[in-house]
T-cell receptor, first 115, second 111 residues
Framework: DADVTQTPRNRITKTGKRIMLECSQTKGHDRMYWYRQDPGLGLRLIYYSFDVKDINKGEISDGYSVSRQAQAKFSLSLESAIPNQTALYFC??????????????FGPGTRLTVL | LAKTTQPISMDSYEGQEVNITCSHNNIATNDYITWYQQFPSQGPRFIIQGYKTKVTNEVASLFIPADRKSSTLSLPRVSLSDTAVYYCLVGVMEYGNKLVFGAGTILRVKS
């Protein structure tokens, strides 16, 4: 969805380096998420934020940190990258849907390779 | 957290109706059922969401029986472009209640 953008789209880095993945959205949604996806598996939630001053750990937050700089921006950092963090990373936003629960909108993904 | 079970994969042919069933025996009273579609190297895309009975939109229908312990995503007249992974999620995204994307169902549509 073009309303959710991620930078960079691809990144190759070395073990021990600090990496930041950025997400921006123009949907005006308060809720934002970071997921990772490994080959053949579903998405796993890393962190989520329901508004600018709210940060919550997800299923697999160890080794990651986030910053919610504004309603539209949510960044994911790997303080010291390791090879098993090689994965496809997705940012998402959500809004309460007509049916009564959140509908999530995903960005195009960032493919991160840690050597 | 409601656990979901879906078939690992399904095959179909163009023009057929495809039904993918998701089991969620421990669904909670306030849980919703949401389906997403994902193409390779792309983010998931919302398809449909419901709470009970039947929901229909321009791309799919969602059937939920009275006991809500399962749900069926129905894709009418599939085409090759419907080849993707389909995820069934059960729950609501609230504090401490994390929606879980399982492995999903790989749908392959053949000509």
């Amino acid at each position: 969805d073009a309303d959710v953008t991620q930078t960079p789209r691809n990144r190759i880095t070395k073990t021990g380096k600090r990496i930041m993945l950025e997400c921006s959205q123009t949907k005006g949604h308060d809720r934002m998420y970071w997921y990772r996806q490994d080959p053949g598996l579903g998405l796993r939630l890393i962190y989520y934020s329901f508004d600018v001053k709210d940060i919550n750990k997800g299923e697999i937050s160890d080794g990651y940190s986030v910053s919610r700089q504004a309603q539209a921006k949510f960044s994911l950092s790997l303080e010291s990258a390791i090879p098993n963090q090689t994965a496809l990373y997705f940012c998402a936003t959500s809004v309460l849907g007509l049916a009564g629960a959140d509908t999530q909108y995903f960005g195009p993904g960032t493919r991160l390779t840690v050597l | 957290l409601a656990k979901t079970t879906q078939p690992i994969s399904m095959d179909s042919y163009e023009g057929q109706e495809v039904n993918i069933t998701c089991s969620h025996n421990n669904i909670a009273t306030n849980d919703y059922i949401t389906w997403y579609q994902q193409f390779p190297s792309q983010g998931p895309r919302f398809i449909i969401q419901g709470y009970k009975t039947k929901v229909t939109n321009e791309v799919a229908s969602l059937f939920i029986p009275a006991d809500r312990k399962s749900s069926t995503l129905s894709l009418p007249r599939v085409s090759l472009s419907d080849t993707a992974v389909y995820y069934c999620l059960v729950g609501v995204m609230e504090y401490g209640n994390k929606l879980v994307f399982g492995a999903g169902t790989i749908l392959r549509v053949k000509s």
